[in-house]
């Protein structure tokens, strides 16, 4: 079955460290992957889509690697800020369907 | 520049009880989409539509209705409300997939069925 996984567990780091994110996935071949940030109580605010050809996005701080082999995807947030503690969704596409399915999300806490 | 709204904000409903949740988008996108969030179990997808009067079942399109009578609005319907449809529900808007952009999510709606 089709499956997306993201670590449960919340992900603390230190303010001005780097932040990696893992996004596994399973029987799926997407044509794009996208990484959306969620606040408590508000909808999720898209941040970066990556199609499949391509190996790496960059945006500000951010930056996504997508590994169709290893089936893999990467979100990276450099130096990182407490502003950044959010949870972090990402999603693929479900090839001719027009959807996206959704990770769970991994929470990030940015200490000072 | 609106987005994304969806009304109402909250609502507690009585087993048994109908409503409809409304989700309208001012930016033209051709795609709409309602899901669901319950913890634990993430974003599910309940009933799209990819235009105008088109609509398609998700992955949890049970107990509820949808219709697209206009290509900005989006509304779904549960027509006899059952407590395990106490969820938070988010409506989301987006361009055709080659245009590269994401979704566009509204606030959503947090819903109590006692």
């Known amino acids: 079955s089709q499956k997306i996984e993201q670590n449960s567990e919340a992900l603390n780091i230190q303010e001005g460290k780097t932040a990696t994110l893992t996004c596994n996935y399973t029987n799926y071949s997407p044509a794009y992957l996208q990484w959306y940030r969620q606040d408590p109580g508000r909808g999720p605010v898209f941040l970066l889509l990556?199609?499949?050809?391509?190996k790496e996005k960059r945006k500000e701080r951010l930056k996504v690697t997508f590994d169709t082999t290893l089936k893999q995807s990467l979100f990276h947030i450099t130096a990182s800020q407490p502003a950044d503690s959010a949870t972090y969704l990402c999603?693929?596409?479900?090839?001719?369907?027009?959807?996206?399915?959704f990770g769970k999300g991994t929470m990030l806490l940015v200490s000072p | 520049n609106a987005g994304v709204t969806q009304t109402p904000k909250f609502r507690v409903l009585k087993t048994g009880q109908s409503m409809t949740l409304l989700c309208a988008q001012d930016?033209?996108?051709?795609?709409m989409y309602w899901y669901r969030q319950d913890p634990g179990m993430g974003l599910r997808l309940i009933h799209y539509s990819v235009g105008e009067g088109t609509t398609a079942k998700g992955e949890v399109p049970d107990g509820y209705n949808v219709s697209r009578l206009k290509k900005q609005n989006f509304l779904l319907g549960l027509e006899s409300a059952a407590p395990s449809q106490t969820s938070v529900y988010f409506c989301?808007?987006?361009?055709?997939?080659?245009?590269?952009?994401?979704?566009?999510f509204g606030s959503g709606t947090r819903l109590t069925v006692v």
């Open positions: 990556i199609r499949e050809n391509e």
């Open positions: 999603a693929l596409d479900n090839s001719g369907y027009s959807t996206l399915t």
């Open positions: 930016m033209n996108h051709e795609y």
């Open positions: 989301a808007s987006s361009y055709t997939w080659d245009r590269g952009y994401g979704y566009t």
